[in-house]
């Protein structure tokens, strides 16, 4: 049972490690090495600035 007021504390501790990592920076070094993911970032990133370009104001 959670005493009144400390719902939100319970629940941010309980759910806190499964959704940061500790080492932020390490995941993104580990992502980036991934060249297919790497690949297919750098198509989607394309894709999207040729869109933006060809909008007319």
Known sequence: MIGRRRISRF???LVRPHVL???LEAAYR???QDEARESEALEWFEATISDV???SR
């Open 11 to 13: 629940i941010e501790d």
């Open 21 to 23: 990592t500790c080492d």
């Open 30 to 32: 580990q992502m980036a």
């Open 53 to 55: 370009s060809d909008e």
